[in-house]
């Protein structure tokens, strides 16, 4: 079945990919190298400050200089740089700020676009995912609670609070992550506007990847044919900190796959733009009630099965 999505130019399929900066290193910077010769604009997730305390993540930040040049080089290339909290560790409202500030500092506007990392900064995370009721009950139960009021950057009660920032400067939020590519198909109405979670403008979701061995299940040859066959819209989840690069050395069968979806006539734009795209079809509109509740049943029953992000 088609998405009815017209893409932009004639293409037949958008593939982007969010990048977060955990485990980044020098090495993944060949990633990028790659994916910009082969044409691929995407978005690469940074941690604007830190680490001001102990970290809960490895990766590379914007405070060093060297990293930072190489994030506005990607930018110039036609990349687009997201946010992916302030940093690798829990940060209060006045770091977020000072966050915020630098981002626009080293790239010339603040972020569009972002996703969580796991900070207690972190917004709608954890059991506010789900709404109230039967979902989140069945979550808490299976997590033991500990995902619990563990996450509050959308509570104005605590120190960590950022909601209206985020409401202020970012268009577009990372939630749900699917084991399956087309991510058009898992969540037609994208980007959509959920009221009971106001300090984000527009969610989107994405599709199954966190490490190399995810993102290469993902895009196998037979789901590249089927997205291009459904005209539909990848945004793939990931951090290519985690075994792309290894030894000097690019995976071969990422090597592999990505060379041969180059190939296809798809449309391989940021995120944001992506998004913008479809949003210029249909909006950013509130989304219904039970259209919410299937998608969160969806992402739970495979949190549940396959640890999905
Ligand atoms: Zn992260």
Known sequence: MSSGVQWPDGKRFAFTVFDDPDGSSEASRMVYHFLAGLGFRTTMGVWPIGPIRERNCSGETCADPGYREYAAHMQSLGFEIGYHNAAPHFCT????????????EYFGRYPQCATNHF???ALY???????????RTVYDLATL???RRRFLGHDENFPYFWGDLCRQ???????FVYREIDTLKMCPRQPYFDPERPYVRGWFCSSEGTDCRSFLETISEANQDRLEEEGGMCVMYTHFGKGF????KLDPEFSRLMERLSRRNGW????????????SIQGTQAIPAGELARMEWKWLRSKLLHGTT
Not at 93 to 104: C, D, K, L, P, Q
Not at 169 to 175: E, L
């Open 268 to 279: 391989f734009a940021p995120v944001t733009s992506v998004l913008d795209h479809l949003s």
């Open 245 to 248: 690069a290894e030894n000097g």
């Open 119 to 121: 900070n207690t900064d």
């Open 145 to 147: 609670g500990r995902q």
């Open 169 to 175: 400067h970012v268009r577009y939020f990372r939630n």
């Open 125 to 135: 995370w954890g059991s506010a995912r789900l709404h109230r009721g039967w979902r």
């Open 93 to 104: 409202r006045e770091e977020i700020v000072r966050s915020f500030e630098a981002f626009r």
